[in-house]
């Protein structure tokens, strides 16, 4: 038998894995529901919160994909955090310009 925790950390390791190969198999959907599962268990780290990010990109939802870039770029700036920003910023500006 295992402790809860034990069981927790199990199935969010496995809620990870169902997320990482289902962004690389560009099934944004089961990307959510993989990585909205895990985090009722436990806390998003940055390398999934990084993948929720151009998954939301990939949908088309810019202004998400901007908010979680910009939110993981503040509290540590990483190379994956500032690119998903300019990225992000990149696509908002060129929708600007064609209005």
Known sequence: ????????????QIL????V?????DRCS????????????????????LLRGWCYYK????????????ALDMSMSTAESRS???EAFDIMNRKRMKY
């Open 30 to 49: 089961e990307v959510f529901i993989a990585l909205d599962e895990r985090a009722r268990l436990v806390p998003e780290n940055r390398d999934l919160m």
């Open 84 to 86: 998903g920003t300019a």
């Open 59 to 70: 949908a088309g939802n810019i202004s998400a994909a901007t908010k979680i870039f910009q």
């Open 16 to 19: 990870s894995q169902r997320a």
């Open 21 to 25: 190969a289902a962004y690389n198999a």
């Open 1 to 12: 038998r295992q402790t809860p925790e034990r069981q927790a950390n199990l199935s969010a």
